[in-house]
């Protein structure tokens, strides 16, 4: 192979390829704004794409606008729609417990916009509540009904219990088997069954007026047993 340089040799300098229209200095792509297809709702901002074949074109996709995005708000959405100008604000609950006003159960909202009539996000303060001129009023009728039914039934139990604690007891005197301390617990039950028959359930009742038992250990078990829970009235 020959050494010998010719000036032909020489690397001649490559010109860059011309810049599409896109590329040029001082061209920004607009901003795009897309929203959901079926509400309309602003999901996010991007840059549009160039179209290759049109100079100067940008290319919107669909469901989606060039302008400017929204200024978000804390419980509300911005949408736009075809044939409306600029976006409009919109209540958000989605996600959020819901209470009816009809009946106070719970729900989670998922739909945009305000809540209709028979929802609100309030949250009633007892099982008693009823929905009165656009806010929870206590029904204290319900209530007392509600809270005599439970006394009559925590009455029920304790008398059960306290039977069944004398029977027995009673049983070891008539045999003769019975024990000082079985002797006396016979006598503080006996005791502590007439003061629980003398209690008149009612929705005044609080937890003074009920007797203590020889074994209010014992007696709370046994209520927990028996699935009884109080029920506290509301002010």
Excluded at 108 to 131: I, K, M, N, Q, Y
Excluded at 183 to 195: C, D, H, I, P, R
Excluded at 222 to 233: I, K, N, R
Aim: net charge negative.
């Amino acid at each position: 192979m020959s050494d010998d340089f010719f000036p032909e040799d020489e690397l001649m300098p490559v010109e860059p390829p011309p810049l599409e229209w896109w590329q040029k200095e001082g061209v920004t792509p607009p901003v795009i704004c897309n929203v959901d297809s079926v509400t309309g709702e602003f999901l996010g901002a991007s840059e549009a794409d160039y179209s290759p074949l049109e100079p100067g074109v940008w290319l919107t996709p669909a469901h989606a606008y060039q302008c400017e995005p929204p200024v978000l708000e804390t419980g509300f959405a911005a949408i736009r729609t075809e044939g409306v100008t600029g976006w409009q604000r919109v209540a958000d609950h989605r996600g959020l417990t819901v209470y009816s006003t009809a009946t106070g159960e719970t729900a989670v909202w998922h739909a945009l916009g305000e809540l209709p009539p028979e929802w609100t996000l309030e949250a009633p303060s007892s099982e008693f509540d009823e929905w009165v001129d656009d806010e929870w009023v206590l029904d204290e009728a319900a209530q007392a009904v509600a809270l005599t039914k439970v006394a009559a039934r925590k009455k029920s139990l304790l008398a059960q219990y306290s039977t069944n604690m004398i029977n027995t007891l009673q049983n070891a005197v008539d045999l003769e088997m019975a024990s000082a301390g079985e002797v006396e617990a016979l006598n503080a039950w006996k005791v502590y069954g007439v003061y629980l028959n003398r209690v008149e359930p009612g929705a005044e009742l609080t937890p003074s007026d009920w007797p203590s038992s020889p074994n209010d250990t014992a007696m709370a078990g046994w209520l927990e047993t028996q699935g009884f829970e109080e029920l506290s009235p509301q002010a």
